[in-house]
Every structure is written in structure tokens, then in C-alpha cells.
């Protein structure tokens, strides 16, 4: 049992949307039902999706990534390399929306990832880390190290 877990609130624009994204698509259980929300163990943590399209930024925000170009309003999990295999199957299959296939990232480096980011169809973006070692995502290359 984890002694903490993340929460997260954040704006949607559809409520059916969100349950076939989380729920339906990534497998997610679904928590709580109560009018105008949903809440989800989101790869062991606790999201809560709220009815809210006035507050949705979807793509109208900023990008960082570089060509990746990601969303700087996202947010995701960090998964094993095997589970991010499964997950981006799955997206496949369920024909998501792709911000980001899957690729590698950071090659090379203690930071090598597979890296994918995907819309929820409801003004989100999604991004989903794959590594060998979870906690390499806190991995400081040298070069860093020795400016800091």
C-alpha cells in the first residue's frame, strides 16, 4: 500500500467522453459518481475530471517538447517499459488521439524513455513515460551535475 497518492482536479468538456477515455480506454476504475464530476484511480493515484468547459485550455496553451510539441498543460504517469508497451496497444486499438506517438526520448542517457501523448477528447493532454527503472525519470546526466 503507498503510503501517499497524487491527486489531481482538472477541467473537461464531457463527462461521457471522459469515462470512455479513463475508464473504457486506459482501463481505469472509476470512483465516486456524483453530478458534474468523475473521479478515477488513474495508474494508482486519484484524478477527478470536472464538468467544466470554460475552464478547458486544451490546445489553445503553450508547447514545450520541441518537435514533440507537447502541451505544457498535461499530465501522466511514469510506467514500467512493459506497461507502457500495453497501454500504447491499447490506444491503438481503441484508435486514441494522438498528440505524440510513441517513441524514444533523451537516447542514450540514464533518462532514456519511451514517450507517448495522447488528447482524452475532452481538452486534455495525456503523456505517458516508459523506463526500464520508474525513478530513472529523476536521473541527473553528469553535464548537469556539474553546473548546478
Not at 500495453?86 to 533523451?106: D, G, H, M, S
Request: charged share 20%; hydrophobic share 40%.
Amino acid at each position: 500500500m503507498a503510503a501517499t497518492l497524487f491527486h489531481h482536479s482538472f477541467a473537461i468538456n464531457d463527462l461521457d467522453r471522459a469515462r470512455k477515455f479513463y475508464g473504457d480506454m486506459l482501463q481505469c476504475p472509476e470512483g465516486r459518481k456524483m453530478p458534474g464530476r468523475v473521479d478515477f484511480n488513474f495508474f494508482g493515484h486519484h484524478i477527478v475530471a470536472h464538468l467544466a468547459p470554460d475552464e478547458v485550455v486544451g490546445d489553445a496553451g503553450k508547447k514545450i517538447g520541441g518537435q514533440l510539441a507537447t502541451p505544457l498543460q498535461h499530465f501522466g504517469v511514469v510506467m514500467t517499459l512493459e506497461d507502457f508497451q500495453k497501454t500504447a496497444a491499447r490506444l491503438e486499438q481503441f484508435n486514441a488521439t494522438w498528440i505524440n506517438k510513441p517513441t524514444i526520448t533523451q537516447q542514450g542517457t540514464a533518462r532514456e524513455q519511451m514517450l507517448m501523448t495522447v488528447s482524452d477528447n475532452c481538452g486534455n493532454a495525456i503523456e505517458f513515460k516508459g523506463l526500464n527503472n520508474i525513478t530513472d525519470v529523476y536521473a541527473v546526466p553528469e553535464r548537469e551535475k556539474a553546473t548546478a
